[in-house]
């Protein structure tokens, strides 16, 4: 689950060398990523799950980073017929099954009531964490080889990696600005052109002539607001610089480990809990993958196998819950933009949208690593 931006090697000119010791790299990696693909295709598929032959996870994205590509071009009569992924409803890690997971550990009384009593990234992320510990004996262990190590969130980073993540953002924004003040002068530009074409018609027709005028005045407003809109983001660029957003990662971090701290109290410690290797560590890893992976800005969390994959973009829409052929509750993926079915070509990106409209830039860059298109960050004071 990574954002439709590139990484800032790519986006800066700095990749690796296709040749040598990197090309090897990039040959090994591709390996692995078919491995993985495969083992959690066959296990999702094994128990009730669906994915399209001709969808696969993938380097070679649109965006840089790690997605689900088509790997032939997908028709829109394929898109009619069905969905590209669907994930049962029992294959979704969320505080249900959580609750159901603990509940056999600990049993009924009070330790099971405190661990009901936490958020649901606290609880989804004690279960990924126990289920990480478990390895090779997992039941998701498919569905974990598939998480990268590292997540993406900028709070699990300090030092010279957090200011680096920082300057990523802050570059991201920069690119904004200049791509939003270069809107701004064609609007101005044609906001002149409208103006001068307006005292010619008003001349000669009094109705044209208003027509025409309105028309300039919008244009003038558009150049007005993109401007507004790249000025906005130079300051924000300005401000992520200036240490705002490093210290929010940093209080972030302070949040979750108090929130690690939480599970181990709830769980109570014990010796059993001890044998078990649960630890801070563990459970701050798993929060940063539950946090990121979770669509929206509310407080629901949960994991959602191969389709927590897809890359973002705000045209596309989230998975869907829907009754199957089979009368199964499933999780339906497949590409639509702009609320319309989207055929594939070979080689694009199948989407989905994090929902994360309703976030500020801040909130979105801790909970995903990245900025989305079109969060235009406030300027940090």
């Given at each position: ?95 249900r099954a959580a609750r159901a997971v603990v509940a056999q550990l600990l049993g009924p ?75 701004a002068e064609a609007d101005e530009g044609a906001a002149s052109r409208l103006q001068a ?185």
């Amino acid at each position: 689950m990574q954002p439709t931006r590139r990484p800032l090697h790519a986006a800066l000119g700095t990749a690796p060398s296709a040749s040598g010791p990197a090309a090897a790299a990039e040959r090994a990696a591709a390996t692995a990523e078919a491995r993985q693909d495969a083992a959690l295709r066959s296990w999702l598929t094994s128990n009730g799950g669906f994915v399209h032959p001709a969808i696969s996870l993938s380097a070679a994205t649109q965006c840089g980073s790690r997605g689900l590509v088509a790997s032939k071009a997908i028709s829109l009569e394929a898109l009619e017929a069905g969905s590209l992924v669907s994930v049962p409803r029992a294959l979704h890690l969320d505080d249900r099954a959580a609750r159901a997971v603990v509940a056999q550990l600990l049993g009924p009384g009070p330790r099971l009531d405190a661990f009901e009593a936490l958020a649901q990234v606290q609880q989804v992320a004690c279960v990924l964490a126990l289920e990480r510990l478990r390895g090779a004996d997992s039941f998701w262990r498919p569905y974990l080889d598939s998480l990268p190590p590292q997540p993406p969130n900028p709070w699990l980073l300090a030092g010279g990696d957090l200011a680096a993540a920082v300057e990523q953002a802050a570059h991201f924004a920069d690119l904004d600005a200049t791509e939003v003040q270069a809107l701004a002068e064609a609007d101005e530009g044609a906001a002149s052109r409208l103006q001068a074409a307006a005292v010619d018609v008003e001349s000669s027709d009094e109705d044209d002539g208003g027509r025409a005028d309105r028309a300039a005045t919008e244009a003038t407003e558009a150049a007005a607001a993109s401007a507004a809109s790249a000025r906005s983001s130079a300051a924000a660029a300005a401000g992520m610089r200036g240490g705002g957003w490093a210290a929010a990662a940093v209080a972030a971090a302070a949040k979750y480990g108090d929130a690690a701290e939480e599970v181990l109290d709830a769980l109570g410690r014990t010796a059993a809990v001890r044998q078990m290797g649960l630890d801070r560590e563990g459970l701050m890893w798993a929060m940063g993958h539950v946090a990121s992976r979770s669509l929206g800005s509310g407080d629901s969390a949960g994991l959602l196998p191969y389709v927590d994959l897809a890359n973002h973009d705000e045209m596309s829409r989230p998975p869907m819950l829907i009754l199957d052929d089979r009368d199964q509750l499933v999780y339906s993926l497949t590409s639509i933009r702009d609320g319309e079915l989207a055929p594939l070509a070979a080689g694009q990106e199948l989407f989905i949208s994090y929902q994360a409209e309703d976030m500020s830039a801040l909130q979105a860059w801790l909970k995903f690593g990245f900025v989305p298109k079109g969060l235009v960050p406030a300027p940090v004071r």
